[in-house]
Nanobody, 123 residues
């Protein structure tokens, strides 16, 4: 079964850090770019960050650039999202997905969304 499993969420104070993980247990998306998205309550899901299948060329949404770092362990089929200097507005359910990058730096998810992992940042 194709499955991406997110983990690492939690509750932190503003200014704190969390590291999210996303494992491709079926090794289905080894040759895909991968991305992180998030959805806050009553808001649409938004793009956070993406990285090439080689683990290079990270790209970030303006709202997280300089605070978040996406990385990829190709051998372990896992991507990470290191989140520093967290803000209350980062509170959301975070999802990972295999993505197709478009010419305008839009990243289109290609798989179904999993359960995600909840990140809550208190002020």
């Amino acid at each position: 079964q194709v499955q991406l499993v997110e983990s690492g969420g939690g509750s932190v104070q503003a200014g704190g850090s969390l590291r999210l993980s996303c494992t491709d247990s079926g090794r289905t998306f080894s040759n895909y770019a991968m991305g992180w998205f998030r959805q806050a309550p009553e808001k649409e899901r938004e793009f956070v960050a993406a990285i090439a299948w080689t683990g290079s060329s990270p790209y970030y949404a303006a709202s997280v650039k300089g605070r978040f770092t996406i990385s990829r362990d190709v051998a372990e089929n896992t991507i990470y999202l290191q989140m520093n200097s967290l803000k209350p507005e980062d509170t959301a359910v975070y999802h990972c997905a295999a993505v197709l990058p478009l010419a305008n730096m839009t990243f289109v998810p290609v798989n179904s969304w999993g359960q995600g992992t909840q990140v809550t940042v208190a002020s």
